[in-house]
Structures are given as structure tokens and as C-alpha cells.
């Protein structure tokens, strides 16, 4: 974990290593090689784990490290979370973040993007099925809650989910059982939901597209995600680390790419800023080279 201090003083570094920080940086520093640095510290030593192990991200901004100590909070509560935020905004990596941080770290992640499949295909990917069950079942199915038995199901973009599903789905997290399609057998579940939407829940409540009862099941805890030209500290460590995960060799962001970057509204946000510096980085990348680039 990285650890970012509004002020120098020695007291804040102090505290910040002793509650488990492996880096500190000043907030106002900005510059390229400080990161480059810091991910070549992280490279060569492990982290402290403040609870339980987090995978590396970025939460540097103010906005970003409240976001960050109130979902490790949350993530020592078995209960279900639902994040807000608009595509492209990190509402996935904010999920994996819950997971990792919880009693559940060492169970299964699954995800399921309820907007990207056929509404049969849903209800069988959830649920599974048992051999006969429809044409074409020529052999039972585990669906995605009994795959993430003991861990996190992650249902991204849920405000999509059609309404008999949203049904089903209820029951299923009111009872914390389910039967598989064309089953008998009731099988138990031990699972955290961690859901996700961009949409307006409430307003698709008011015009009959989502269950009030579902929302207040899943809505336990609601975190909202800022997009990210609200949280400007995020954006340049953002950028050098999807630079790092390209490049073997380090790179340098020019100070007038820097500018260019913070002055962007960012309407795909992070998503949109992974995307742009992987064509910067497959543009401007030499056949061969040992100095450090710049982009």
C-alpha cells in the first residue's frame, strides 16, 4: 500500500510506515521520477498488509484514500455493498478491493456483467442447471453463486438485470439458498454480493425498472465512485502506472503531457486513461532503446 500525506512532517511518515505504508510521497509531488521510484521500491520489497493483503492500486487523490478507508470498513462487514459510479470509473477494481481486504480474501472472485448477456443465458450463469434440465444440458452446471462459494460474487451493472430475474435474485439473497434450473435439491450458500450500477436506482424504482426490495437488499452499504476528473491527484499516478505495466523499461511523462493529462476532462475516465496511454506507449515506443523515454 502506498500512503500519500497532505504534509511533510516527520510525525505523518512516521505514523503512515508504522500502519503499514511501504512508500510515502509528499501530496504535491507530481513528478514522473518519484513514481518511478516508488514502483521500483515496490518491485524489489513486499508491503505490509494493513488487514489483509490489497492488490496495487492507485488511491492518491483525498477523495480516493476517504473512498479507500471507509471500503476497508466495510469489507470487515459480511454484508452485501452496492457502488455507484459512472463506466469506465474503477467500480470492479473497487469490488476486488472489498474482496481482498475481507475474511473472504482467500475464497473465489467472480464477476458478472449483467448487461453484456442474453437474459436466459443470466438466470443459467447464476444459477446453473442439473443434467436435462433444457436442450442441450447434457451434464449439471455449477452457476456463478455456487462457484463463489466462501468468496465474493460481483454483479456489475445490475440496474440491467430483467425484472423476473431481479425476483429471483431476491429470494435467492433473502434466503441464502438456492435450487438450480430443473433441480430438486435446495443447496445452501455462503457468499458476499458486491454489486454495481451507472444508473440512477432510485429513478429506475419510480419508473418500474428495479425492484425497491432488491435495492434496499443490495444497498446495505453504498459507496460511491467519483469520476475521475473530480479526483485530479489520481490522474498522473494513474497514467505511470499503466505505463509500467506496458513497458519493461521505465518511462518519463513529459511535464507538458502531465499538464495536458490533468487538463482533460476524462469523460471514459479510467478506462479512457488506460486506453490512451497504451497508444501513447505503443506510438512513441523504439524498436530498442536504454535510456528512458519520455512520452
Known amino acids: 500500500m502506498v500512503v500519500r500525506v497532505e504534509r511533510q512532517e516527520l510525525e505523518l511518515a512516521v505514523e503512515a510506515s508504522q500502519n503499514g505504508a511501504s512508500a510515502v510521497l509528499a501530496a504535491d509531488d507530481a513528478r514522473s521520477a518519484s513514481w518511478l521510484r516508488l514502483h ?28 479507500l478507508a ?16 459512472p463506466t469506465g470509473s474503477g467500480k470492479e477494481v473497487m469490488a476486488r478491493v472489498l474482496h481482498e481486504a475481507s475474511a473472504r480474501a482467500r475464497g473465489p472472485f467472480v464477476a458478472l456483467n449483467c448487461a453484456a448477456m442474453p437474459e ?61 434450473l430443473g433441480g430438486q435439491s435446495v443447496i445452501q450458500l455462503n457468499v458476499r ?65 502531465q499538464q495536458m493529462l490533468l487538463q482533460y476532462p476524462w469523460p471514459g475516465n479510467v478506462r479512457e486513461l488506460e486506453n490512451v496511454m497504451r497508444r501513447a506507449w505503443f506510438v512513441h515506443r523504439p524498436p530498442h532503446h536504454t535510456s528512458t523515454p519520455d512520452v
Open 40 to 67: 521500483s521500491h515496490l518491485s524489489t520489497h513486499t508491503a505490509r498488509p494493513i488487514v489483509q493483503p490489497i492488490r496495487n492500486v492507485v488511491f492518491v487523490d483525498p477523495a480516493s484514500q476517504h473512498l
Open 70 to 85: 471507509l471500503a476497508k470498513k466495510v469489507a470487515q462487514a459480511d454484508v452485501t455493498a452496492l457502488l455507484v459510479g
Open 120 to 180: 436466459n443465458l443470466i438466470e443459467d450463469m447464476l444459477f446453473g442447471h442439473e443434467k436435462g434440465a433444457f436442450t442441450g444440458a447434457h451434464r449439471e452446471q455449477k452457476g456463478l453463486f455456487e462457484q463463489a462459494q466462501g468468496g465474493t460474487l460481483f454483479l456489475d451493472e445490475i440496474g440491467e438485470m430483467p425484472m423476473h430475474l431481479q425476483s429471483k435474485l431476491l429470494r435467492v439473497l433473502q434466503e441464502r439458498q438456492l435450487t438450480r
Open 193 to 257: 454480493i458486491v454489486a454495481a450500477t451507472n444508473k440512477d436506482l432510485k429513478q429506475a424504482i419510480a419508473e418500474r425498472e428495479f425492484r425497491e426490495d432488491l435495492y434496499y437488499r443490495i444497498a446495505t452499504f453504498r459507496m460511491r465512485l467519483q469520476p475521475l476528473r473530480e479526483r485530479p491527484g489520481d490522474i498522473i499516478p494513474l497514467a505511470m502506472q499503466s505505463l509500467m505495466q506496458q513497458a519493461a523499461h521505465p518511462w518519463r511523462l513529459h511535464p507538458q503531457a
